[in-house]
């Protein structure tokens, strides 16, 4: 493959994480109406360990180093709960 054809594709791999991540924050946001329909606090930190736990097998998996994955999986954690208490 050529420079130009690997910048491509890690452009369009680039647009696939922006999806996916567009995609866990829409649940998110869904998760928030139901916590705050059945009156459950935002935060819950036995979920965000078995988020973090999942995210270091799942690095592990794939060869890629789990503390960047994990670093970037409490980023992902920390919008999401902003954002949940924001929609309250």
Known sequence: MTLAELREEIESIDREIVELIARRTYVAETVAQVKAA????????SQEQRVMDRAGENAE????????????????????????????
């Open 38 to 45: 059945e009156d459950i606090p935002t935060t819950d930190e």
């Open 61 to 88: 998996q794939f060869d890629v180093d789990s503390n960047l994955v994990k670093a970037i999986f409490r980023l992902l954690i920390e919008l999401n709960k902003v954002e949940q208490r924001e929609s309250r």
